[in-house]
């Protein structure tokens, strides 16, 4: 796997590095030593997946409160999204500081995210899957979000979204935290 890193500290675009032959293609999308070794979570105790029909829906942005912060590996299995992750930790060197990928299910890419980090994402394509692997499981108590389109953050999404749910949607704009 290849790694390269965010400007979100802690977080990193994952590409597979793919061995075909005739059969097909093999690829590492996972490996416990590789993860431990540059200090990412190394266990994933839940996974998710969503199921995006029409092309320009936003999911987020989610997170979960301390001390229930999940790190999260996310991929697309079907279609094209652009994923964000926002830096919430207030003694991170990139505390509200945004970064996005493009995760391509051709590519077979991911993006890790740290604990402490808002993810979103906004879909490019019709019929667009995501999954998802949290190091931690979800806590309703816990579950926590920020505006898509909050000043704080100013990301630049390559679209205005033409779908979002009534909860993510009614988000409050993100207070500062003091580090």
Same mark, same amino acid.
């Given at each position: 796997?290849?790694?390269?890193?965010? /400007? !979100?500290?802690?977080?990193? #675009? !994952?590409?597979?590095?793919?061995?075909?032959?005739?059969?097909?293609?093999?690829?590492?999308?996972?490996?416990?030593?590789?993860?431990?070794?540059? *200090?990412?979570?190394?266990?994933? #105790?839940?996974? =998710?997946?969503?199921? =995006?029909?029409?092309?320009?829906?936003?999911?987020?942005?989610?997170?979960?409160?301390?001390? +229930? *912060?999940?790190?999260?590996?996310?991929?697309?299995?079907? *279609?094209?999204?652009?994923?964000?992750?926002?830096?919430?930790?207030? &003694?991170?060197?990139? +505390?509200?500081?945004?970064?996005?990928?493009?995760?391509?299910?051709? /590519? /077979? =890419? $991911?993006? +890790?995210?740290? @604990?402490?980090?808002?993810?979103?994402? #906004?879909? #490019?394509?019709?019929?667009?899957?995501?999954? +998802?692997?949290?190091?931690?499981?979800?806590?309703? @108590?816990?579950?926590? &979000?920020?505006?898509?389109?909050?000043? @704080?953050? &100013? !990301?630049?999404?390559?679209?205005?979204?033409?779908? !979002? &749910?009534?909860?993510?949607? $009614?988000?409050?704009?993100?207070?500062?935290? /003091?580090?």
């Amino acid at each position: 796997m290849k790694f390269t890193e965010s /400007r !979100i500290s802690g977080a990193f #675009l !994952i590409d597979p590095e793919p061995h075909q032959d005739e059969r097909g293609l093999f690829a590492r999308t996972f490996c416990r030593e590789t993860f431990a070794a540059r *200090g990412l979570a190394r266990e994933f #105790l839940q996974c =998710n997946t969503s199921l =995006n029909p029409k092309k320009g829906t936003l999911r987020g942005l989610h997170y979960q409160a301390e001390p +229930y *912060g999940e790190a999260k590996l996310v991929r697309a299995t079907r *279609g094209r999204v652009f994923d964000v992750a926002v830096d919430l930790r207030p &003694g991170s060197p990139s +505390y509200l500081l945004w970064d996005a990928v493009e995760l391509d299910w051709r /590519r /077979r =890419n $991911a993006f +890790y995210i740290p @604990a402490g980090c808002a993810h979103g994402f #906004l879909t #490019l394509d019709d019929d667009c899957e995501v999954f +998802y692997q949290m190091s931690t499981v979800y806590v309703p @108590a816990a579950a926590r &979000g920020a505006r898509w389109d909050d000043p @704080a953050f &100013g !990301i630049q999404w390559p679209a205005e979204p033409s779908l !979002i &749910g009534d909860r993510d949607a $009614a988000f409050a704009a993100y207070v500062k935290e /003091r580090s």
